[in-house]
Antibody
Framework: QVQLQESGPGLVKPSETLSLTCVVSGTSISNYYWSWIRQSAGKGLEWIGRIYISGSTTHNPSLRSRVTMSLDMSKKQFSLKLSSVTAADTAVYYC?????????????????WGQGIPVSVS | QSVLTQPPSVSGAPGQRVTISCTGSGSNIGANFDVHWYQQLPGTAPKLLIYDNNNRPSGVPGRFSGSKSGTSASLAITGLRTEDEADYYCQSYDTNLSGSYVFGTGTKVTV
């Protein structure tokens, strides 16, 4: 079955860059959009951004230009970089498949999700 | 700063029916964007439960159903079971600058 696994440091210093990677197994990475979503006690679930195999990315405007995403088809993985982090970026970060797009149009949902990786900014 | 509002908690006895509301606005649910639901069991990642308002992914029991009307949506759980105790989140697409994909505030279901 489709599985996603996040990896990266669990502790990042303020003003530095948070870097996470998500490895995909059980499906082709090239036929879907892939997203990053985070969950914190203060803001709940928050969509960060999405990437497609073409390199096209879209991100949450609230994160302004701090988000960079990339995808490596050969390694079946995609990555997130969030710059200039503050304590407000402390959260559990999830990678997920989605949204979906096919001949019938958009499916604006996510599934499956990775198990999540807690990241603390301190 | 969730855009979709849900009740903080609902509870019911085993076998009962509970519903969870999800209230949005004219820039998301009211703009005819579909609503999706996720179940988050304690200590785990959210799992897609209902997509496109009322469709269940393979493996999701028929006890779970969704509906949408106007600027709101609802998730119903019938025949409540102890393993349904979890957090539930609605999600939709939003055309405002708050973010393209928005989630609900979450509802804790206690059995």
């Amino acid at each position: 079955q489709v599985q996603l696994q996040e990896s990266g440091p669990g502790l990042v210093k303020p003003s530095e860059t948070l870097s996470l990677t998500c490895v995909v197994s059980g499906t082709s990475i090239s036929n879907y959009y892939w997203s990053w979503i985070r969950q914190s006690a203060g803001k709940g679930l928050e969509w960060i951004g999405r990437i497609y195999i073409s390199g096209s990315t879209t991100h949450n405007p609230s994160l302004r230009s701090r988000v960079t995403m990339s995808l490596d088809m050969s390694k079946k993985q995609f990555s997130l970089k969030l710059s200039s982090v503050t304590a407000a970026d402390t959260a559990v970060y999830y990678c997920a498949r989605g949204p979906f797009y096919d001949r019938s149009g958009w499916g604006h949902y996510f599934g499956p999700w990775g198990q999540g990786i807690p990241v603390s900014v301190s | 700063q969730s855009v979709l509002t849900q009740p903080p908690s609902v509870s019911g006895a085993p076998g009962q029916r509970v519903t969870i509301s999800c209230t949005g606005s004219g820039s998301n649910i009211g703009a005819n964007f579909d609503v999706h639901w996720y179940q988050q069991l304690p200590g785990t990642a959210p799992k897609l439960l209902i997509y496109d308002n009322n469709n269940r992914p393979s493996g999701v029991p028929g006890r779970f159903s969704g509906s949408k009307s106007g600027t709101s949506a609802s998730l119903a759980i019938t025949g409540l079971r102890t393993e349904d105790e979890a957090d539930y989140y609605c999600q939709s697409y939003d055309t405002n600058l708050s973010g393209s994909y928005v989630f609900g505030t979450g509802t804790k279901v206690t059995v």
